[in-house]
């Protein structure tokens, strides 16, 4: 073997270690990178589980609250959403003008 192979033998080797430790380096790196998405991913299943929670709680609350709405109460909101309505058919009528 003369010594141009030799040196290009060196270079080659050089080379291929270079290339095992960046492809080492990657296989780490995207451990890593699949460790955090699988963190990730327990946290948003575990989020999904509290906005179900809070949305169940959140119905109850409406349900509760139209369960103990009153007489007047009702008649406040029925007088209130009549006067919404009268508003919206005099706009109505100007603009039929």
Known sequence: MTEEQKKILNDFE???K??????DKLKYKNKELE???ALQDDE????????R???LKYDNLKL???ISTDDEEMKRTK???SGIVREID???ALLNE
């Not at 270079?18 to 492809?23: G, P, W």
């Open 53 to 55: 929670e809070w949305t």
């Open 90 to 92: 005099k706009c109505i």
């Open 64 to 66: 509760a609250k139209i």
């Open 35 to 37: 460790e955090k998405i």
């Open 44 to 51: 948003i299943e575990k989020m999904k589980v509290s906005i």
């Open 18 to 23: 270079n290339l095992i430790a960046h492809c």
């Open 79 to 81: 007088k209130r959403l």
């Open 14 to 16: 050089l080379r291929v």
